[in-house]
T-cell receptor, first 114, second 112 residues
Framework: GAVVSQHPSRVICKSGTSVKIECRSL??????MFWYRQFPKQSLMLMAT?????????EQGVEKDKFLINHASLTLSTLTVTSAHPEDSSFYIC??????????FGSGTQLSVL | AQTVTQSQPEMSVQEAETVTLSCTYD???????LFWYKQPPSRQMILVIR??????QNATENRFSVNFQKAAKSFSLKISDSQLGDTAMYFC?????????FGDGTTLTVKP
């Protein structure tokens, strides 16, 4: 199956700092990818949809100025959590969509904001 | 908007036994895809099985099979010969026009 690399796997930061999460498809290219947020024992909550070369589309309630998404190439996308606060602490997951609607996921990033 | 319902928050099964996880969905679309994904304790989401709505034949992948009832909008997952490594949270997902909707998940524990 397709491999998606996501790092860091875990990050602890101080309140007010920014954190960048990188998501890279290693053996395939895809134009569309998604960023999710997941709380313990809950489902995935879609944050934004990103198409290579264009601006991301954010879900209602997700602040685009806080969660900056850059999808500069078919294989690399980044999510930057700006001015992080404790309420931003969560598990963040990226996924790429391939033409037959399958999703391939990164391994996730656990963000803890102190 | 599509909705996906998994009515079993938690389930358990003895090793080597068979278990069925339920999923229902609601949509007005005719063409779509349905998926089961698993999320083991490592939290890595993994595709288990995919079903295309226009195909009547139920999808199978080794020990995993689905019972797809389009008219009833039901899409259950059967795991045969359960193994300890099947312990995970299982998510049913509906996909159409590039957008996926996930159910709330079922936590499955396989007991030795």
């Amino acid at each position: 199956g397709a491999v998606v690399s996501q790092h860091p796997s875990r990050v602890i930061c101080k309140s007010g700092t920014s954190v960048k999460i990188e998501c890279r498809s290693l053996d395939f290219q895809a134009t569309t990818m998604f960023w999710y947020r997941q709380f313990p024992k809950q489902s995935l909550m879609l944050m934004a949809t990103s198409n290579e070369g264009s601006k991301a589309t954010y879900e209602q309630g997700v602040e685009k100025d806080k969660f900056l998404i850059n999808h500069a190439s078919l294989t690399l996308s980044t999510l930057t959590v700006t001015s992080a606060h404790p309420e931003d602490s969560s598990f963040y997951i990226c996924s790429y969509r391939v033409p037959d609607e399958k999703l391939f996921f990164g391994s996730g990033t656990q963000l803890s904001v102190l | 908007a599509q909705t996906v319902t998994q009515s079993q928050p938690e389930m358990s099964v003895q090793e080597a036994e068979t278990v069925t996880l339920s999923c229902t969905y609601d949509t007005s679309e005719n063409n779509y895809y349905l998926f089961w994904y698993k999320q083991p304790p490592s939290r890595q989401m993994i595709l288990v099985i995919r079903q295309e709505a226009y195909k009547q034949q139920n999808a199978t992948e080794n020990r995993f099979s689905v019972n797809f009832q389009k008219a009833a909008k039901s899409f259950s997952l059967k795991i045969s010969d359960s193994q300890l490594g099947d312990t995970a949270m299982y998510f049913c997902a509906f996909s159409n026009a590039g957008k996926s909707t996930f159910g709330d998940g079922t936590t499955l524990t396989v007991k030795p």
